[in-house]
């Protein structure tokens, strides 16, 4: 449930660090946004009208925005009653137990566009409840009750319900709604004791705990680094000057993310491992953000799930120019400083790009907006419209070629994307390429397509292109490890981004390990967390035996730096999944088989736990207890794919082959994008001698998988022991442009050539 993280429009500040302001603020304490406002009055008042001030509240009369007047909203069979009893806020809903019940609201969450409602339950729980409030106006289609799961009907049980894991505050809206949150959970007593030093979002959850700066206040004149901060604000001297009439260019201080890291911690799509607020202040000594993953982010990198802004605004030339969050929005009130258009006349000059000579719209008009070209909105959480932060320019043409969306489409939603272009190239824009320029070379990687990896390897070199597009680029490189994948990512080792360094950490982790020995021991002293101790796992296992007695050291440091990491998150299944599969790689099945079962104690739905202890009961010689864990999980989670897939396998492997089919078949159909799937169902149909049906099988998945080797391989191969070197030859040749480098393949394409023209003549 990261998508809880975006309601807000957060701005936070530029921040520098000393290893002298770092260990004075270990010692200093929160005291809270009041204590700031005598000094910082303006500001101050800024922040109480803010949405970060009103990120999270007790429930009260003025506090709570929805309709608790004893109105039941309905659910197919389910009924949801809002109501208040005694002054008390209380939803009438289905508990964990699946019995209806009386549950009082504990906190309010958000305001706008919507609200939400937290409840608690045993362990120091709090959830948050899946029918939300349209805060909106009327007119606007709000004031009204709805579902976050419109199409779901979510029962206890499913994650997602809103007694279920994956809506459970502590772990997924807290850090990002409170000021110094401590989630403080107990994994013996498998409960919850989290806090905060305030409610919602002050000014010490961007700025750091203030009573050393209070210190300072009292003798100004004691030197004390960043005045009693170890968070220091350095805008200072900063400005923007359109001095060429079009476009401003940026002098003070040098520019960097340090500013933009410290919103990212709420900002981004990420993952947690700390929450001691100097290493959130870090970054990357806390968070991991995501690249520009499919099914996150389209192909060209517009943002497509719920990622909130920094990986959007990372692709940016705004952020390669030195803009920060703060040249556009007041940090403390989250507004933008100016309104509309203006604001991003600051540095564009209105004459020249607020006029229809560049817009080709009728002033004032919504296409006139510079924010609806270059920062085009998806709806989120049903209501909330959020904006792209990569500031592209339209591409129509990318559209037609790779499906991915435009902004002159997603206005004139009545025209093709083909009339855009058309539109484009009469304005003489048609040529202009953009920032973003590497969807081509995703669709190829993403596709396995002939010359992925010579176009990833290219955006991975290029160090015009942005961070996350090289990360990006490393990520897709590591699903196949190839010599000239390595040759791409050992470079990238080196790489000014901490993000970049980690995504090429995960190239070399397949490699052999005298391979990851070399590249990656000297990252285990990285001077970022992430990157040593995604090297360190890496290392963990063959590798680690080669290490020097120095490296053994600082591996032995990461590696605890790791563990410590998936044990913040210990009440999460994927966690504990993670731990299991170090434990296997360092020989240790006893620890792995307690961390996969608790993984599946956090959530029996959990797939990746259940298959991978039945793995680790199989390598154990008990292939039975594997498929009894693997038919209990089935159970559990009928919808996964994965599962039934393991299940067939396992079958395969005590020879019960009529049952095994059944499972192989239903893997297939769950998951049609596993082109893995398909395969192992049409190898099977072939060994059990049903090749016909075979071949029809791997030739329907071959048209949704058109590059998958397997498949390819498995058709040819089919399809010339039938005869049908027709059909085979098209398909060994696809294989041979693959792989271009294996001999064997090249062979059998002669071969079957060869046999081409016998077969007309037998004819």
């Known amino acids: 449930m990261p998508f809880l993280r975006g309601l807000l429009t957060a701005v936070c500040f530029f921040v520098s660090f000393t290893a002298a302001a770092a260990a004075q603020e270990s010692h200093a304490d929160f005291v809270g946004s009041g204590a700031c ?56 809903a289905a508990g964990p137990d699946g019995k209806p019940g009386d549950f009082a609201v504990r906190y309010v969450f958000g305001v706008a566009p919507l609200q939400q409602y937290l409840l608690e339950l045993p362990g120091g729980r709090l959830q948050a409840f899946g029918i939300a409030w349209d805060s909106r106006p009327a007119e606007q289609g709000g004031q009204r009750w709805f579902d976050l799961y419109p199409d779901r009907r979510l029962a206890p049980g499913d994650p997602l319900h809103w007694t279920g894991i994956d809506q459970n505050w502590n772990y997924q809206c ?87 890291l410290i919103c990212a911690g709420c900002h981004s799509r990420r993952q947690q491992f700390s929450d001691d607020p100097l290493a959130a202040a870090r970054f990357y000594d806390a968070f991991r953000p995501v690249t520009l993953e499919a099914g996150l982010y389209h192909l060209d990198g517009q943002q497509r799930d719920e990622v909130y802004n920094f990986g959007s605004f990372l692709q940016s030339r705004m952020h390669g120019a030195g803009v920060t969050c703060a040249d556009c929005h007041n940090p403390h009130s989250g507004k933008l400083r100016l309104a509309g258009s203006a604001v991003c006349g600051q540095c564009h000059a209105a004459n020249v790009f607020d006029a229809p000579a560049h817009h080709h719209h009728q002033k004032d008009s919504a296409g006139a907006q510079c924010a609806n070209c270059h920062m085009p909105t998806t709806t989120y959480m049903g209501v909330d419209k959020r904006h792209d932060h990569s500031m592209r320019i339209p591409r129509p043409d990318r559209t037609a070629s790779l499906a991915t969306p435009n902004a002159c489409n997603a206005c004139h939603d009545g025209k093709s994307a083909a009339w855009a272009v058309e539109a484009l190239k009469s304005w003489g824009a048609g040529s202009r390429p953009g920032a973003q320029n590497f969807a ?61 360094r980690a995504a090429a950490v995960a190239v070399f982790a397949n490699a052999d390990a005298a391979t990851k020995r070399d590249a990656l021991a000297p990252l285990l002293s990285d001077d970022t967390r992430l990157v040593r101790m995604d090297a360190a796992r890496a290392l963990a296992g063959e590798a680690e035996a080669a290490l020097s007695e120095i490296e053994r ?108 089919m059944a499972n192989l078949e239903e893997a297939a159909r769950l998951a049609p994008d596993d082109a893995r799937f398909a395969y192992v169902y049409g190898v099977a149909l072939h060994d059990a001698g049903a090749a016909q049906k075979a071949i029809e099988t791997l030739r329907r998945a071959l048209s949704a998988h058109t590059f998958d080797r397997d498949i390819l391989t498995a058709l040819a191969s089919y399809e010339a022991e039938e005869g049908d070197v027709a059909a085979a030859l098209p398909h060994a040749e696809r294989l041979a442009e693959l792989e271009p480098e294996d001999q064997s393949l090249r062979a059998f394409v002669n071969a079957l050539r060869a046999q081409g023209p016998k077969r007309d003549q037998a004819r």
């Not at 989290?194 to 210190?215: D, K, R, W």
């Not at 999460?572 to 170090?582: D, F, K, Y």
């Open 37 to 92: 406002a005598s000094c910082h009055e303006a500001q101050h008042g800024d922040w109480l009208r803010s949405q970060h001030k009103a990120a999270m509240q007790e429930p009260s009369e003025t506090s709570v925005l929805g309709r608790f007047d004893g109105a039941a909203f309905k659910n197919g069979a389910s009924e949801t009653i809002f109501f208040k009893k005694e002054g008390r806020f209380f939803i009438h």
């Open 440 to 500: 081509e070379a995703f669709h190829l990687a993403d596709a396995n397509a002939p010359g992925a990896q010579t176009a990833l390897a290219k955006i991975v070199s290029d160090d015009t292109q942005s961070a996350i597009a090289r990360a990006s680029a490393l990520q897709r490189l590591s699903q196949t490890p190839t010599a000239a994948a390595l040759e791409a990512a050992k470079g990238a080792l080196a790489d000014k981004s901490p993000m970049a």
């Open 174 to 260: 807290a850090w990002c709604h409170s000021t110094n949150l401590r989630k403080n959970y107990d994994p013996a007593s498998s409960a919850f004791a989290t806090s905060f030093s305030e409610i919602s979002v002050g000014c010490e959850a961007c700025h750091g705990p203030g009573s050393n700066h209070l210190a300072w206040a009292a003798s100004p004149s004691t030197p004390t680094s960043n005045r009693g901060f170890a968070i220091g604000l350095a805008r200072g001297g900063v400005s923007w000057r359109i001095e060429d009439g079009v476009a401003a260019t940026r002098t003070g201080p040098p520019a960097g993310d340090k500013e933009a």
């Open 553 to 660: 050291a600082s591996f032995e440091k990461a590696l605890a730096e790791y563990e410590a990491g998936q044990r913040f998150n210990a009440e999460r299944p994927e966690s504990q999944a993670n731990l299991g599969a170090l434990y296997v790689t360092r020989g240790d099945p006893a620890q792995a088989r307690a961390a996969y079962e608790k993984a599946l104690a956090l959530d029996p739905t959990f797939a990746p736990a259940a298959i991978s202890l039945a793995d680790l009961l199989r390598s154990g010689g008990d292939e039975a207890g594997a498929e009894g864990q693997l038919r209990k999980a089935f159970l559990r989670n009928p919808e996964s794919g994965a599962l039934a897939h393991a299940l067939g396998l396992s079958l395969i492997r005590q020879k019960r082959l009529p049952e095994a």
